[in-house]
């Protein structure tokens, strides 16, 4: 009887290490493919810079091809079109047998020899990213594919990302790296990892398109849908992290995108013609409202209730009640009108007697503001409320420093300081500041001038466009060309270009080129000539028309094409000249324009 116990325990003791055994066992496995799933969530969008690009498309007499950096034909102009998802890689969408009614074509892909790949996969095909401005319009990684009627997703040495199990494949809007995908008639959201970020559960995804210049596009949540029972669209919202903050009960929901707050997100959402304002997955005010409009200067809310109008702030303390007819912010003052009278209130909403201005507007500098008396003329005050510069312009925008663009009774601007003296007269259509420099730009009639930071002219040319560059503008016309500095400098195109071996130079109203000793290279032959490109390829105009020489001096075509002047200056790889279509695709050809 014993035995039989210490047999039976040791059984017993058997199975349960087994049991103990297979639990681990699945624990560490269930581990792993969290992990793994965790692992994919993470992915990294490709930057390519224009140093990169080793392929170009072109287009010739209506067929595409591939060109690469020096101009070498890679794939032969003979297709309708051409995709290249990352032109620093030979991997090669081609387009051909298109038939324009019905939309249908064939593709194939092919790499830089020419040859045929990924033939085991049907359509392959780029993933095309539509709201991001780029010069690259796909996804730079991913290829995707077609197999029974589904899609999938592939790299381009051809391993499955996911296995062909998606009605639908897109690109999610303003995200670079994210796919809205549609599995058993539902939309969820993967990644170009194949991870999955939002599950496979809606009728209806979008992104809120909020943009942060520190973050870029990288806080943009996610806008879903479902269809109730009788067939009606409601909507929810999921953070950029996946968080629900709202779930999908309202007929409509969207981002206060112009209220620019890393940190919260500020939706506003519609049920039943009643607005409410949800801070992150929190009521801020009431589903009472017919409007809620954000006033980005003050940094407050207008409320609209039964056709009544009030105040708040971001966090939903009232600054004025709704009971008024009409309310305007339009500076630092609040506008408001009932039974036909108007007041005036501060943003604190403290009202106003005996004003000064009628209104007063903020400038991003603080020791600044623009007054507006009641004659509707402009002026300027310090932070003290001392007067700098009367009230006497038709519009003052504040430039930089002590500077205002000032306008005149002529409906022409001009520039003075804030001890009022005149900088620069009221005869300008134009100023303006040039973003990232130190460099004002003006336009008096054809005549574009550039100033640097102390208001000293930098340069004057008739009929001149600029061409502004990472660390340079360049100025040009149809018979001249300098180069100015961010900081306001002008500079010698030895000096932009230190790493080139010709370098355009102007005699007599002609054009060359000569060395860095200022030898003369190419005689003075030409009606204009451009700088060598990084690829080193140089225009070369004469009687209208232009051609290319190399780095060494060597005609590769002599003046040939006509090219129009509204693509600015032209840029050529070998024999071929840029085009920008009017999608903002870049090209390159070799058509002859008469």
Do not use: H
Request: glycine fraction near 8%.
């Amino acid at each position: 009887m014993k035995f039989q116990e210490r047999k039976d325990n040791r059984k017993l003791k058997r199975i349960s290490l087994s049991v103990v055994a297979v639990i681990i066992i699945i624990a560490i496995i269930t581990g792993i493919i969290i992990a793994i799933n965790k692992a994919k969530e993470n992915y990294t969008v490709e930057e390519i810079s224009s140093a990169d690009i080793n392929y170009y498309k072109i287009i010739s007499d209506g067929k595409a091809g591939v060109i690469d950096k020096d101009g070498k034909v890679i794939i032969e102009p003979e297709y309708n079109t051409i995709k290249i998802p990352n032109p620093k890689e030979a991997i090669f969408i081609c387009i051909y047998d298109y038939n324009a009614a019905s939309g249908e074509y064939k593709t194939k892909v092919l790499n830089g020899k020419n040859e045929e790949i990924l033939t085991n996969y049907e359509n392959v095909n780029t993933i095309d990213v539509k709201e991001i401005v780029s010069s690259i319009p796909y996804e730079k990684t991913v290829l995707q594919y077609q197999k029974d009627g589904k899609y999938g997703i592939i790299d381009f040495n051809g391993k499955d990302i996911t296995r062909p199990i998606y009605e639908e494949i897109r690109n999610m809007p303003y995200r670079e790296g994210e796919l809205i995908v549609k599995k058993d008639g539902k939309y969820g959201v993967i990644n170009i990892n194949g991870g999955k970020l939002v599950n496979f559960e809606y009728d209806y995804i979008t992104g809120d398109n909020y943009y942060s210049i520190e973050k870029e596009y990288a806080l943009d949540g996610y806008i879903v849908g479902k269809n109730d029972e009788n067939g009606k669209m409601q909507y929810g919202y999921l953070n950029s992290d996946r968080q629900q903050y709202l779930e999908t009960d309202f007929d409509r929901i969207y981002r206060m995108n112009n209220v620019k707050n890393d940190a919260n997100t500020y939706l506003i959402a519609e049920k039943s013609g009643k607005i409410q304002l949800y801070k992150n997955d929190k009521v801020l005010l009431d589903n009472n409202y017919q409007s809620i409009n954000y006033n980005e200067d003050s940094e407050l809310l207008i409320l609209k209730k039964d056709n009544k109008f009030g105040v708040t702030d971001l966090n939903g303390k009232q600054i004025l009640n709704v009971e008024y007819d009409q309310i305007q912010i339009p500076g630092n003052y609040i506008l408001a009108t009932k039974n036909g009278n108007s007041e005036t209130y501060d943003l604190a909403g403290t009202k106003q007697e005996n004003l000064r201005y009628a209104n007063v507007l903020k400038t991003s500098n603080e020791n600044y503001s623009i007054t507006i008396d009641t004659n509707d003329k402009y002026g300027v005050i310090s932070k003290d409320g001392n007067t700098l510069i009367e009230n006497k312009y038709n519009y003052i925008q504040y430039l930089y420093d002590n500077y205002f663009i000032v306008g005149g009774d002529s409906g022409k601007s001009g520039i003075v300081n804030d001890k009022g003296e005149e900088i620069l007269p009221t005869n300008y259509e134009v100023i303006q500041k040039l973003d990232n420099s130190d460099i004002i730009q003006t336009m008096a009639g054809n005549v574009l001038e550039l100033y640097n930071k102390q208001m000293t002219k930098i340069i004057s040319m008739e009929n001149g466009k600029l061409d502004i560059k990472d660390n340079y503008v360049k100025v040009y016309s149809s018979t001249q060309t300098a180069y100015v500095s961010l900081d306001g400098s002008l500079k010698t195109d030895f000096e932009i270009f230190p790493e080139n071996t010709l370098f355009a130079s102007e005699k007599d109203g002609k054009w060359g080129f000569v060395d860095k000793n200022n030898n003369v290279k190419i005689d003075y032959q030409y009606d204009k000539v451009t700088e060598l490109n990084e690829l080193g390829f140089a225009g070369i105009k004469k009687d209208g028309k232009w051609g290319v020489i190399d780095k060494d001096g060597n005609v590769i075509l002599e003046p040939t094409y006509t090219i129009p002047e509204q693509n600015g200056e032209p840029y050529f790889i070998g024999k071929y000249y840029k085009v920008i279509s009017g999608y903002e695709e870049e090209y390159f050809t070799d058509d002859v324009n008469e």
